[in-house]
Structures are given as C-alpha cells and as structure tokens.
C-alpha cells in the first residue's frame, strides 16, 4: 500500500510538498513506512527535532572533552551557542530591519527563537520598557538533559543558552547587558531562568576614589562604560602610544583597573593597588594607524587579592595585547602600618618637574651582561602614587627600562632607520617595594630570541647588598621588518 492511498494526517497533508518528491522500491510497504515514522502531530515533529538539535549539542562536546580535555566543554559551548544567537539575530534584523535597537528588540529575537527553534521553553514577560526587559524561561532544558545523560552537567556554566542571548544583543542592541537573575534546573532538566536586560549607565569618573590621585593615576580621556564586571574605554591612535610611551597606554588600563575595582568592591576607604605580577603579550599587530580600545574584567580572588584580564583591541576588534594583572587591594589602615617605613612629610610643589633619573652602565665590556645603576627617583616622579609614602611605582621602573632598552639596541645593533620598535611582551615581578631616594643596581643580560625581537631581562638589588632583590623585568623589544 502506497502513502496515497493511506489516509494522511492533517500534518502529513500540509507538509506533503516536502515528501512528493520521495520515491520508495515496489516490494516495500511505503504506507506501513509512513504510519510508523511520520510524526503524527505538529508538536511531535518539533520535538523530535529539538531532541535532535540537542543530541548534536551534546555529542558535540563529548568529542572535544575526548580529544582536547574537560575545559573545551565549556569554551565550546560557549562559542558555539553564541554564534547560533548571533546568526539567529542577523536574519530577524535582516528581515525586521526597523525592530527596536533596545531591550525591547532583543526580546523579540529571543521569542522568536522559541517560536522557531525551543518548544520545550515558554515565556513570560515580567517587565517590558525600551530601558529594561526582565523575562522569565520555564520548560525543559533540552542542553541539559542531552549534558546530564552524557555526564557533563558539571563541565558547563548554566544556563548555557546565556550566551546565546548575548550573541543576539550584540547584534540587536550592541552595548547593552543580559544578565541571568536567576538560574534553577532540577534533575528532571525542568528549569525556570530568569533573565535581564538592561544597558548601564556611563559613570563619570570622579564618582569612585581609589587611592592613587593624578599624575600618577591617569584615566582614558573617553568616557568609560561598565557592564556588570567589565569595562570598557576608548584608548585613542595607538600612535600616540609609540616606543615608551607605550608605558602611558599600560598606566591608562591599570588606572581604569584600579578604578573598577573599586566601583565593584567599594570598601568606603582609600584603597592602595599593590602589585603581585604583571604579564602583556602582544596578540596582533600593533599599528600605529588604528585607534585602539581597552576592555577590562575586574576578579576578586580573595578579600584583598584581584586579578584584572585586560585586553586592548584594534578599531576592527582584532587584539592586539592582553594584560594579566595580579594585585592585592590594601585599606588606608593597614598600608600605613605595614609601610610606616616609608612617611615622609615632606610636600612636594605638583608644578615642580625634574629630568628622568639615570641609568648608567658601571661596566659595558660585555654588552650582553652588564650592571647599571639607577640614580634615587625624586619623590617628584612619584606624585600621586601612595602619597606621603614616595615609592618608585613599577610603571614608572618600567619606562626607565623601555628606554635603556632602547638605548641598548642603538649603541650595540647599531641605527635601525624606518625601523618602529615594538614591545613584543613584558613581565613584572616585583619582590618588594622600592623606596624613592635611594640608587639601585640593575643587572642586565640580553637574548637575541630571533632575527628581530631581542629579549632585556633586568634585575634590580639593593646597592649594598646584592643578596636583597626588588624584582624582575622581562622585556621583549620587537623590530618589525
């Protein structure tokens, strides 16, 4: 018996200009073959292909985790689902091109994925303004189920469509934030999601005090915009961050740092920003024809200790560095007890100015491993930085050395005309702090790594005692081609 003469569903009816096409061997049964497989209903062939969709998903990640380790469980996912929201987001907009580029219009893009592509969620709408959406998710978790059955649950953030609901913003509202308010899913994957979305306000940046004052603290000049933990700033053309003054790009990232964690983990006191290490790694080409922007991620690891992932992006969103940067947080309290050592009285006139102190190489026979000494740092180049407590701060270590660096590859590599040079990356490990006023010695030995990047690592100890460290900088100067 043929499928046409066996009487077809409503659903078989509507879909049958997707089957005329079918062609089945005369000795088969077609019509059993279509009554024990055809969906019999609407809601069962959008469940059969959500079931699919998940067992995708699911079997998806099993092979990563086989072949890459538990952690791309998580790093795919993520990625994989966001791309889907952001694609998903692109064809609404394509054909809705007038759709509200707010809360509103993310709501939207996400009730049209459950209409199309999610028959196991339903929604409910808890408080709707072009300003903010708040939206609830009820239903079964098809991710979850497909995680659970393969035991992965434990591998992956939850929800794990958050991030789908991101890629949709980012193409329906760039700039604003989706949040998860609530998150609960049972062992039966019936879950209840409660979702916001919402765009944060730009926070003028003498709202917040963290403890270090200009010049030494030194904002991006753009306006900075917080999403939750992060933040984001315009840097300015990267020109304007060439040679040494790449050290300025750095101080305006770790002042937007110190100025976000304390925004986060407001303590209602000055804060002091000690440094535990300090990593940058260049990622893309750094050119100075592009403008460049800074996007920070502030963690508190403990109650004084953070870590801060910062990553600076072209104009195209290449990166082009990021930054690791682990620092303890210590109250106005405890700084100066633990520093008393360090006061000084003394007022210092903001207006004054004084050349850099010196580096000068106490012996040069072998320019691949030399000792330098650093003139005292006046407490005039430490303005700023921990006031009444003068300290050599690390950036400013860090741009001395830029420039012995510099100096380095002119007096031994010889003029390199036309040629740009490029920090490659840099490592700070500071030992102890570095009282101002007083010379340091600094060790130096050098590495040609490769035919253009030449690698400075600098030690510096006390002048009287070589035993007593203040740390480590690990330079890599590039001379690009």
Not at 188 to 211: K, L, M
Not at 337 to 365: C, H, Q, W, Y
Not at 408 to 424: A, F, H, Q, S
Request: negative net charge.
């Amino acid at each position: 018996m043929s499928p046409e003469n066996y009487p077809l569903s409503a659903l078989a009816q509507e879909l049958s200009a997707l089957r005329n096409k079918d062609s089945y061997h005369p000795d088969m049964d077609a019509a059993a073959v279509f009554n024990r497989y055809f969906p019999g209903n609407l809601p069962q062939l959008m469940l059969g292909m959500s079931e699919i969709t998940a067992s995708f998903y699911g079997l998806l990640l099993q092979q990563a985790v086989a072949l890459e380790g538990p952690d791309m469980a998580e790093a795919l996912s993520s990625s994989l689902i966001y791309t889907l929201g952001k694609n998903k987001a692109g064809r609404i907009m394509e054909t809705y091109p007038l759709l509200e580029r707010d809360a509103r219009g993310v709501l939207e893009v996400i009730i049209a994925a459950i209409f199309t592509a999610s028959p196991e969620f339903n929604f409910e709408v808890n408080s709707y303004s072009a300003a903010e959406v708040v939206f609830t998710i009820r239903g079964t978790d098809r991710y979850h189920r497909i995680s659970q059955q393969l035991q992965m649950t434990h591998l992956l953030k939850w929800p794990v469509i958050l991030p789908f609901l991101e890629g949709i913003r980012d193409v329906a509202a760039p700039g604003w934030k989706v949040t998860a308010l609530a998150s609960a899913v049972d062992e039966n994957s019936n879950c209840d999601y409660v979702f916001r979305i919402y765009q944060e306000a730009v926070v003028p940046p003498g709202d917040i005090q963290t403890g270090m004052r200009p010049p030494f603290f030194r904002l991006p000049a753009a306006a900075m915009v917080t999403r939750g933990k992060y933040l984001e700033a315009d840097l300015g053309p990267a020109g304007n961050f060439q040679n040494s003054e790449f050290v300025t790009m750095i101080q305006q990232c770790l002042s937007a740092e110190a100025w976000n964690a304390c925004r986060l983990y407001a303590p209602g006191t000055d804060q002091y920003m000690l440094a535990e290490r300090f990593t940058c790694m260049r990622i893309g080409n750094f050119l100075a024809d592009t403008s460049l922007k800074v996007v920070l991620h502030t963690q508190e690891i403990s109650k004084r200790k953070r870590k801060s992932v910062i990553r600076i992006l072209d104009d195209a969103g290449n990166m082009v560095y990021q930054v690791l940067f682990d620092y303890y947080m210590w109250n106005e309290a405890d700084f100066k007890n633990r520093f008393v050592f360090l006061k000084n009285d003394k007022k210092t006139a903001p207006g004054e100015s004084l050349p850099l102190p010196v580096i000068s190489r106490m012996s040069f026979d072998n320019a691949w491993h030399y000792v330098s000494r650093l003139a005292p740092v006046d407490e005039i180049h430490c303005l700023g930085h921990f006031g009444g407590y003068p300290c050599v701060p690390a950036l400013f270590l860090f741009r001395l050395l830029h420039l012995e660096a510099e100096k380095w590859i002119k007096d031994v590599l010889g003029e390199l005309p036309g040629t740009r040079l490029v920090v490659d990356s840099v490592a700070v490990h500071p030992a102890r702090i570095m009282p101002a006023g007083v010379p340091y010695d600094i060790t130096t030995t050098v590495h040609r790594l490769s035919d253009n990047i030449v690698q400075f690592v600098y030690d510096i100890t006390q002048v009287d005692d070589p035993g007593t460290r203040f740390g480590c900088v690990v330079l890599e100067m590039m001379m690009p081609g």
